[in-house]
């Protein structure tokens, strides 16, 4: 059974940093691309980012590109999402998720599985 765990979560003031996991198993994790979304409360489920099977390509939203980094470690079994210079509009829901590739991650086409979420909160 496919699992997708999400960590590191939490509390921070704006401007600050947090580095969220995502520990994958249940799969061969270098087959799937993997992504990050988000959803704050009374809005929908947005994308975060996404990096390819390999980790060579990452797509960004834009609002987050430059702030946030998405890479991966095929040998760990685990995809980060790096968030700098917290804003308190950040605050939400992050969720894993995975999918064959980044393409049907960013236009939310196909994703194959999704992780339980951790809640994100950047106070002002």
């Known amino acids: 059974q496919v699992q997708l765990v999400e960590s590191g979560g939490g509390l921070v003031q704006a401007g600050g940093s947090l580095r969220l996991s995502c520990a994958a198993s249940g799969r061969t994790f270098s087959n799937d691309a993997m992504g990050w979304f988000r959803q704050a409360p009374g809005k929908e489920r947005e994308f975060v980012a996404a990096i390819s099977r390999s980790g060579s390509t990452t797509s960004y939203a834009d609002s987050m590109e430059g702030r946030f980094t998405i890479s991966r470690d095929n040998a760990k079994n685990t995809v980060y999402l790096q968030m700098n210079s917290l804003k308190p509009e950040d605050t939400a829901v992050y969720y894993c998720?995975?999918?064959?590739?980044?393409?049907?991650?960013?236009?939310?086409?196909?994703?194959?599985?999704w992780g339980q979420g951790t809640q994100v909160t950047v106070s002002s």
């Open positions: 998720a995975s999918g064959p590739i980044t393409r049907t991650l960013v236009a939310g086409t196909r994703i194959d599985y």
